[in-house]
């Protein structure tokens, strides 16, 4: 069993959560650094033969036997990939064509991810499916499969300009989300075949048979618009004060 680093008087672990591939996620909280009033977190994988995968430039180190390597989010063979891309998942998104290549860490030993003035919240999926933000993934255990997907933005048309991305995340496993404001402030909002209209960028998350587009004169000024069944999570709070 690997001996994880311990140190009371820097950090404290304020909440963890056992994965399914050998690994252990956890949120760091430091004792004696504060923004705002805000503690300075961290996520730590711990990882005892085992498997994690984390988005892409969030790594501070690593220490141990761990090897890392890049490999596609989706996990599978470029055919389950092309596959995905070509059925897409909601009106008017679809599944980038290229893989999306995602750091995958695996050994023992212990990772450490850039720390933030951020709040995190560690999810346990079975054998779901849901869609984030991209700035919202942060890690998962590698049985959850991590696809990038696409929303046009207004001034698209058909020219290859920016898009909205976003992360769907499938399978079963735990999942670390790096969130604007404390886990409390966020609404868990169900809708039942309704739609939801959204003036900023305050969603999170989304879940179930929801689609998503946008309109707006451009990318600073969106107005989202979310319907059918399912649940939409949102940070009506982010930014405010």
Known sequence: MYSVYTNDRLFAVVDFMEGIEGSQFEILQYKEVKKSGAPLQQIRIVLNEGEARSAAGVLQFFKGNISMKTKPGEGG?????LRKAVTGILAKESLVKQPLMLP??????EIYLKPSFQHYLLIWMEQEE????EKVFLACDTTI?????RIKLPEAGDKENPVLLEMKLSGTGACVLELPVPPQEVMRLPIN???MQLEGSYA???KGAVQHSVTGPNRDSLTHHFSGTGEVWIAPTKGAG
């Open 77 to 81: 063979a470029a055919s389950e990939i």
């Open 104 to 109: 995958v860490y695996s050994g023992e030993g």
């Open 130 to 133: 849901l869609v984030v933000d």
């Open 145 to 149: 499969r991590v696809s990038p997907v």
């Open 193 to 195: 075949n309704e739609k």
């Open 204 to 206: 999170l998350l989304r």
